[in-house]
């Protein structure tokens, strides 16, 4: 009865109860790039570090946590870089599936155990959406990931910003040459998704087509050393990194983290300041660009 007068009391008064609107959005997350292709378990270790330094509000991957391609050494692969991921598991991790993780049955059933989650998936974060698919064992996406992804973006078209994450960046050929007529650039398009971002090259590239963000993320730990000699090879995108995003109502702004030491200077830059054809800044120092207010 005491409970009932207090709630008409609210009401009369003009006091709104809570509702279940989605929360606006401001928060951080940190993108990790590609793991394994000759691993360097090194570097991967200090670019876990510095994210877990930032305090993201969770970690996403862009495939390729574990060496594979032996179902009989997968288990073991799995072992070895379980301890930094218990190390840093404060940080809830989201595990997009790469070549180097699924490659048979067996592998697919471990990933699942490892990732805690079934291909393809989605979940949301405040008033953000994001969509893991898979195409670890194609190049392209296949007819269930399309119908997958068309049902799920139809079932947030609300949500904003909208992320998709896949390993392979098939998209990349299509995106340089501005074709519209690609089955998923369709589906972005439609439903509203404003990133769409990739590993497996090994290489940071960003290009912007047609309302849509295209990225790939690099390498964080995946070996490098046969690039870093040559330091003509950062503006080809490769070099150790980490992508630190910034959500902030409907838009995500992204600052690519370059790994000091281990053959880079630390560099760090607007990924916007990236174009089709590599840095828009002096690699030897982005911050050449800024100039204070006068």
Known sequence: MAASLILAALLFVGWALPT????????????????????????????????????????????????????????????????????????QLFLVPGNHDIWSEHSRRLFEKYA????????????????????????????????????????????????????????????????????????AREYGVDYVISGHTHNFARLAWDGVTYMIVGSSGANLARYLSDPANFSRGFFYHHVWVHVQGDTARFAVKE?????????????EDWGPDGPLFDPEDPARRDRPET
């Open 20 to 91: 279940a609107q989605p929360q606006a959005n401001d928060f951080h997350f940190s993108i990790l790039g590609d793991r394994t292709g000759s691993p360097a378990p090194e570097i991967y270790g200090r670019i876990w570090r510095e994210i877990a330094l930032l305090g993201p509000a969770f970690v996403i991957n862009v495939g390729d946590t574990i060496q594979g391609g032996r179902d009989d050494r997968a288990e073991a692969d799995w072992q070895q870089v379980l301890p930094t991921l218990e190390r840093y598991r404060r940080h």
């Open 116 to 187: 805690g989650r079934k291909p393809p998936y989605s979940f949301d974060y405040q008033n953000a959406h994001f969509v893991v698919l898979d195409n670890s064992q194609t190049t392209a996406l296949g007819d269930e990931q399309y119908e997958f992804l068309e049902r799920d973006l139809r079932a947030h078209r609300g949500r904003r910003p909208k992320f998709v994450f896949l390993h392979k960046p098939f998209w990349l050929a299509p995106v340089r040459l501005g074709s519209r007529e690609f089955r998923l650039h369709q589906l």
């Open 259 to 271: 790994l000091s030491g281990a053959g880079g200077q630390g560099r760090m830059f607007a990924a």
